[in-house]
């Protein structure tokens, strides 16, 4: 299956320094980008068709891929002048490079791309801005089985913050943790029919326009994952994510994890 991977956001909340250039996508999270990250997920799972949706910072996402050094992150010979990779990262992937606007929403954004889709009926779509080690698979073959037109991976609530029951007099009767509640937050990784195009107007929005008609009418699946899931939405989950790499805590490189043989 194809992947669109929206990568053309500003990414301000991201930034702790306003003079900061480089796009939410190609933060650092250990020696590679957030975006490789996401892309190496997916094509542990057999899926290496990538659709990128452009906009802010595209010169960056363009510049990082056309002069990759597969090197730097697989074992090598090195013969004179010549490199010789003894395994390889990307050089089976196909990645193809939209500008989708500066200013576009998400849902327009994958509108500009559905005709690199070539027609598949189905589709990964996701924010580039999110990693977990959720079953790919298993969450593809839910999606089929649920007959739904859309699915999305749905999380517990990450917030630390708590909710306060308060009376109009003032009264706090009860303080309860948001990660108490039954509810359930959007994970960002898409399984999609492409009927959702029809629902999908200029310059519309995927969750508002086309996963809230479609929850209305029993066609959106939630795949629930009590898993690892962790954002990179701010300088500070991002900076999380890095420090924890480096202290060797990366549940999300699922490529990492020994086969199961029986």
Not at 2 to 29: S, T, W
Not at 89 to 109: M, Q, Y
Not at 114 to 132: I, K, M, P, Q, S
Not at 163 to 169: G, I, Q, S, T
Request: charged residues 25%.
């Amino acid at each position: 299956m194809k992947v669109v991977l929206f990568c053309g956001g500003y990414g301000m909340r991201m930034r702790n320094d306003r003079n900061d250039q480089i796009p939410k996508p190609m933060q650092m999270v250990g020696p590679r980008p957030i975006l490789w990250h996401i892309m190496r997920y997916y094509a542990h799972f057999g899926h290496k068709e990538f659709i990128l949706c452009l906009g802010y910072g595209a010169s960056k996402i363009k510049e990082f891929f056309l002069d990759y050094h597969e090197e730097q992150s697989n074992d090598f010979v090195l013969h004179g002048n010549r490199v010789d990779c003894l395994s390889t990262d990307i050089s089976d992937w196909k990645i193809t490079f939209v500008d989708t606007g500066l200013e576009s929403a998400i849902g327009e954004r994958l509108r500009r791309v559905r005709r690199y889709l070539d027609g598949d009926e189905h589709f990964l779509a996701n924010y580039a801005d999110v990693l977990t080690d959720a079953p790919l698979d298993d969450m593809i073959e839910a999606f089929h089985t649920s007959g739904a037109t859309a699915s999305m991976l749905v999380v517990p609530p990450q917030s630390s913050f708590h909710c306060v029951d308060v009376a109009e007099n003032g009264e706090i009767k009860e303080i309860t943790p948001v990660s108490n509640f039954p509810i359930w937050e959007n994970g960002g990784y898409f399984v999609l029919n492409q009927a959702i195009f029809d629902l999908l107007p200029p310059g519309g929005d995927l969750v508002a326009d086309v996963c809230g008609p479609l929850a209305g009418q029993g066609k959106l699946f939630g795949y629930r994952h009590f898993g690892f899931w962790k954002p990179a939405d701010t300088f500070k989950e991002r900076a999380e994510l890095a420090d924890n790499f480096a202290r060797g805590i990366h549940p999300w490189t699922v490529w990492e994890t020994p086969a199961v043989t029986s």
